[in-house]
C-alpha cells in the first residue's frame, strides 16, 4: 500500500505576533534567591526553568500536596464522599504547629478537613484524613511512597503526611513540581486552593491561606506554602493565564516575603516567554481515498485535530504536521475506520498524533451485490 506524505510548516497569525521581540531575558540563577526553584508547564511536564532541582531538601507542608492527592483520588473513585463525617484520633488532635486545634473525638466533613488541610495547612486535619483513609497515619504514609514512586519521585521519601520536621522526611523541587501537576489534575481542588479566607465551626475558627499570592498575583490558581526551620520558606505556585498552567517551586527560601517574589519572578517568565499552540485540522485530511475489491470506488476522509501544547514565543515556525494517508484503501471499511494519521512536531518531537478516519463505508465487493446491482440496471 503506497502513502502520500505531506510535511507542512504551520503558520498563523499569532505566529507571526508572537515572532515579534518580546525583549525578556532569560532568567538567571542570580535572580532566584531560593537554594532550589523549578518552573514546569502543567500539561506536558516540560520544566522551563531550574535551579538545583534535584537537590533534596525538606518541604515542610508541602508535603500535603501528596496527602490531598491521595484523598482527591479516594473522592474521585466513590470511596470517599466530601460529607463523610470523620472523627479525630488522640493522634492526629497532638499534631501542634499549624492546626485547627481538633480535639480527641471531634469531627468534621471531609469538606471542612480538606478546607482545613489546604487553606490552613492543618496538621491535626491531615492526619484525622489520613487515618479516616488508611486506619492509620503509617498505612497513609506507606501509600503516599508508593504514589511517589509511580509518579518518578525518585528524591522524595515521606515520614509523615503533614510535613512536620522529620529526619529523612525529603523530596526536592523537581518531585514537588511532579506531585503538585498530579493534584491539580483533579481541579475540584481549585475550590479550596483558591480561598482567602473562610471559617469553620459555624464562624468561630477563621481561616487565612497563608498563599499571599493569592491577593497579589494575576490568574493565580493555588497551590500550598509550607515552612519550618528544616526547611525554610517553600512554596509550590500554580496559575493559570489563557490556557497556559504553570507550576513554580520554590524550596528554602530565607523567608516568607523572598519566596513569593522568586514564585511570581518564575511565573512572569514562564508567561512572558511561552504560550499554548492550538493546532488546526489540514485542510488536506479531508480528502478522497481510492477504494480496491470494494462496491464503492472511494471514501471520504476527515480528522479531528483539537488540544493544545506549549511552544516558546516566537518559535511557532518549529511547529510542523506530517499527514500520513494510503492512496489506496481495500474494502470492508466501515465509517470512523482509522485510514491515516496527523502528526504534529516541535523542533523535530512529535508532541500530537491525531487519527484521519473514514466518513464513509465501502462493503467488500461479493457476487450477491453484483448480481443486485446487474439486476436492479436491467429492469429500469
Not at 528524591?155 to 513540581?177: I, M, P, W
Not at 485540522?281 to 475489491?293: G, L, R, Y
Not at 480528522?303 to 494510503?326: C, H, M, N, R
Request: charged fraction near 25%; include cysteine.
Amino acid at each position: 500500500m503506497r502513502f502520500r506524505k505531506l510535511f507542512c510548516t504551520v503558520l498563523s497569525v499569532s505566529a507571526l505576533l508572537f515572532s515579534l521581540p518580546t525583549n525578556v531575558d532569560a532568567l538567571s540563577e542570580n535572580e532566584i534567591s531560593a537554594p532550589s526553584a523549578v518552573l514546569m508547564d502543567a500539561s506536558s511536564g516540560e520544566v522551563l526553568y531550574e535551579k538545583n532541582p534535584h537537590e533534596v531538601r525538606a518541604c515542610a507542608s508541602i508535603t500535603k500536596v501528596m496527602t490531598l492527592t491521595l484523598v482527591m483520588e479516594e473522592l474521585d473513585s466513590g470511596r470517599l464522599k466530601w460529607s463523610d463525617i470523620v472523627t479525630t484520633s488522640e493522634h492526629a488532635s497532638s499534631m501542634g504547629g499549624s492546626d485547627i486545634w481538633l480535639e480527641p473525638g471531634e469531627t468534621m466533613t471531609v469538606d471542612e478537613m480538606v478546607k482545613a488541610t489546604i487553606v490552613a495547612s492543618a496538621n491535626d486535619a491531615a492526619v484525622a484524613l489520613a487515618e479516616h483513609i488508611c486506619g492509620s497515619e503509617d498505612e497513609f504514609v506507606a501509600r503516599m511512597n508508593e504514589k511517589a514512586k509511580q509518579l518518578g519521585m525518585k528524591e522524595t521519601v515521606f515520614k509523615n503526611c503533614n510535613g512536620l520536621d522529620e529526619t529523612g522526611h525529603v523530596t526536592s523541587a523537581y518531585d514537588v513540581a511532579l506531585m503538585s501537576r498530579e493534584l491539580i489534575r483533579h481541579p475540584s481542588i481549585f475550590k479550596y486552593s483558591k480561598i482567602w479566607m473562610d471559617n469553620l465551626r459555624g464562624g468561630k475558627t477563621q481561616l487565612v491561606n497563608t498563599n499571599k499570592l493569592l491577593k497579589s498575583y494575576k490568574g493565580i490558581t493555588g497551590l500550598k506554602t509550607g515552612t519550618t526551620s528544616q526547611a525554610g520558606s517553600c512554596i509550590t505556585a500554580t496559575a493559570e493565564r489563557d490556557g497556559l498552567s504553570l507550576i513554580a517551586v520554590v524550596l528554602g527560601s530565607a523567608s516568607g516575603k523572598q519566596r513569593f517574589t522568586d514564585a511570581a519572578a518564575l511565573l512572569d517568565f514562564g508567561f512572558a516567554n511561552y504560550t499554548m499552540f492550538s493546532p488546526k485540522s489540514p485542510e488536506e485530511a479531508f480528502s478522497n481515498i481510492q477504494v480496491t475489491n470494494g462496491m464503492t470506488d472511494s471514501i471520504r476522509t476527515e480528522t479531528k485535530v483539537d488540544g493544545a501544547f506549549l511552544v516558546k514565543k516566537g518559535g511557532e515556525q518549529e511547529i510542523t504536521y506530517e499527514l500520513s494517508i494510503p492512496e489506496t484503501v481495500e474494502a470492508p471499511i466501515k465509517k470512523g475506520d482509522k485510514v491515516g494519521e496527523v502528526i504534529y512536531k516541535k523542533a523535530g518531537k512529535k508532541v500530537g498524533v491525531w487519527a484521519v478516519t473514514s466518513v464513509d463505508d465501502a462493503e467488500k465487493i461479493n457476487l450477491p451485490s453484483v448480481f443486485s446491482i446487474m439486476f436492479s440496471m436491467l429492469i429500469r
